[in-house]
């Protein structure tokens, strides 16, 4: 089976930090991306992680531990346009399976 | 620009009613996906086309029926659907290389359905 989870909700402030986390149980594994969907738009691509560690991309950095089944998304300098659902899928040969999604509101 | 097209972006039809998504993919993929996106649930594919050949989703109904004419055009076509197949609808595409693995899905904006 397969299985994807991450927390419903978080909140944080403008300008703070925050840590979305996401654990899975899949039959295969070839990397693990993150998107990112503003309300009533396409998800739009984050990040890729397929080797264990940490891919840093300006304020947004995403880790990956295999043996742990464990990601995490790291959002630096909080900005309100962040708030958003933030989407952690699971690659496998040919398709995608996505947790549901974390939505993140960033007050001032 | 995304690079995906969807037409319409907004849908709304009875239940006896036929109508067709479309999605165009400008990007030169050759992989191109449907997915169903409802209230507070996953992402759910509902089917592939990848190198000239279909994937379904076995638990996806017969009222929904793809078409795939070429690698850059990717249509559903819906019939008698039911209110519970009101939902977004995204079109996404990516590469998908002979040896395995797939590349960054690229999504559509969507089309937002209502089935009355």
């Known amino acids: 089976g397969q299985n994807i989870d991450q927390p419903t909700e978080m909140t944080a402030t403008e300008g703070a930090i925050v840590q979305i986390n996401c654990t899975y149980q899949?039959?295969?594994?070839?990397?693990l991306f993150w998107y990112q969907q503003h309300a009533g738009e396409a998800p739009t691509f984050l990040s890729y992680?397929?080797?264990?560690g940490l891919e840093e991309k300006g304020r947004f950095s995403s880790f990956l531990s295999r043996s742990k089944g464990y990601s995490y998304l790291l959002l630096k300098e909080l900005q309100m346009k962040d708030s958003a659902s933030y989407l952690c899928?699971?690659?496998?040969?040919?398709?995608?399976?996505f947790g549901t999604g974390t939505r993140l509101l960033v007050s001032p | 620009e995304t690079g995906v097209t969807q037409t319409p972006r907004h849908l709304v039809m009875g239940m006896t009613n036929k109508k067709s998504l479309k999605c165009e993919q400008h990007?030169?993929?050759?992989?191109m996906y449907w997915y169903k996106q409802s209230a507070k649930k996953p992402l759910e594919l509902m089917f592939v086309?990848?190198?000239?050949?279909?994937?379904e989703n076995n638990s996806v109904p017969s009222r929904f029926s793809p078409e795939c004419p070429n690698s850059s055009h990717l249509f559903l076509h819906l019939h008698t659907l039911q209110p519970e197949d009101s939902a977004l609808y995204l079109c996404?595409?990516?590469?998908?290389?002979?040896?395995?693995?797939?590349?960054?899905?690229?999504f559509g904006p969507g089309t937002r359905l209502t089935v009355l």
């Open positions: 996404a595409s990516s590469q998908v290389y002979q040896a395995g693995g797939v590349d960054t899905q690229y």
């Open positions: 899949t039959s295969g594994f070839n990397g």
């Open positions: 992680n397929v080797l264990d």
């Open positions: 899928a699971v690659r496998g040969f040919q398709k995608l399976v």
């Open positions: 990007l030169g993929h050759n992989a």
């Open positions: 086309y990848s190198l000239e050949e279909r994937v």
